[in-house]
Structures are given as C-alpha cells and as structure tokens.
C-alpha cells in the first residue's frame, strides 16, 4: 500500500516562497516519477512539474518555468517543491502523485494512479 502525504502550504505574500514536501510510505519511490498538480476551485487538476526516477531531469508547466523547482530525496522518501516568487495565480490546492516506472515523465493526471490529500495554498495580493 502507498500513502502520499503532503505539507508545507499556507498564506503567503506575493513574492514569497514556499516549500512544500510530499512524504510517501508503504512503497518506495525511487524506480518511479513523482509529479506535482494543482487545483483551484471550479478548474481542472493541472500539472504543475514532474522529476523522473533518477532525479536528474525535471519538466514544468510554463506558468512556473522559473519560480519553481521539484527535487526528490529517495533516501528519505520524499520529494519537494520549491516555490518562489508567488502570485495569486499560483493559489490552489496542490497535490503530489506516484507516476509510472516506466517511459518517460507525463504531463497527464491520467498517468497518475496515487494521489496525496493535498495541501493548501494561498497567495494574497
């Protein structure tokens, strides 16, 4: 069983920055991309970056090319989103996925079969 639990949201300024972490237990995360999407109300989930299995390349939505940053620490578990330079655009609910081991990294939430609860983010003008 696999468990993906997210945390590190909260109410920023514009322009700050957050880190948010995604801890994951009753599997391994190492052989698989992990990616991370986000949702506000009334919009679709969408993808926001993924990093591949060997941590050695990442992709990104263009709306976060440049203030974000995903990493992973497989000895730990965990992968990690760095967020700079926010804007109100960047507020949802941000969610981290299991992916495949498989393939390259997918831009798709149907490429995605574990999901965390989610972690709120709020980013005030």
């Known amino acids: 069983q696999v468990q993906l639990v997210e945390s590190g949201g909260g109410l920023v300024q514009k322009g700050g920055s957050l880190r948010l972490s995604c801890a994951a237990s009753?599997?391994?995360?190492?052989?698989?991309?992990m990616g991370w999407f986000r949702q506000a109300p009334g919009k679709e989930r969408q993808f926001v970056a993924v990093i591949r299995r060997s941590g050695v390349t990442a992709f990104y939505a263009e709306s976060v090319k440049g203030r974000f940053t995903i990493s992973r620490d497989n000895d730990k578990n965990t992968v990690y989103l760095q967020m700079n330079s926010l804007k109100p655009e960047d507020t949802a609910v941000y969610y981290c996925a299991l992916g495949k081991y498989y393939g390259l990294p997918s831009f798709s939430n149907q490429e995605y079969d574990y999901w965390g609860q989610g972690t709120q983010v709020t980013v005030s003008s």
């Open positions: 009753g599997r391994t995360i190492s052989t698989y991309h």
